[in-house]
């Protein structure tokens, strides 16, 4: 696991089972927590086949790095994956995916406001004309004889 622009990116790259998801997600947490940071990209892009109990267990990892205030894209799935997993009721509501790490990391860069073309003037008030002023409320307007 590697830690890029704030974003802790893991790859899994080998079969999944018991042994391999309980370590990834130590591995995963200790690694948020020791870095801080905001956003974690999975990148699945290694795995031919994730099964129902993989993909449930990965979704809890998601959960828990959530609740560590790290935002998880999914990177890498392959479109027979995904067919699988819909095709199996799998649970993808709120889940984050992108198509490449480039994309993924794009999610987790902040959006800024466009600069006016002033660069950092602020903006202009909007000035009453000179009939049009207010009176403060101690003065009162003079009767005007015809």
Do not use: C, K, Y
Not at 13 to 26: G, H, I, N, P, S
Not at 43 to 54: F, I, Q
Not at 74 to 89: K, N, T, W
């Amino acid at each position: 696991m590697q830690v890029s622009r704030g974003v802790v990116v893991a790859s899994i790259q080998v079969d999944l089972d018991d042994d391999v998801l309980a370590q990834f997600r130590e591995d995963l947490l200790g690694r948020i927590h020791e870095t801080g940071s905001n956003g974690v990209i999975l990148d699945v892009s290694g795995l031919e086949m994730l099964d129902s109990e993989e993909f449930a267990a990965l979704r809890r990892i998601i959960s828990m790095t959530d609740l560590m205030g790290a935002t998880s894209v999914l990177v890498g799935l392959r479109p027979g994956v995904v067919s699988s997993l819909i095709e199996a009721g799998a649970d993808v509501d709120g889940l984050e995916a992108a198509v490449s790490l480039d994309v993924a990391f794009a999610q987790f860069v902040p959006e800024t406001e466009p600069e006016s073309r002033f660069g950092d003037a602020p903006e202009a008030e909007e000035v009453a004309p000179p009939g049009d002023l207010p009176l403060p409320a101690s003065e009162e307007a003079p009767e005007v004889e015809r």
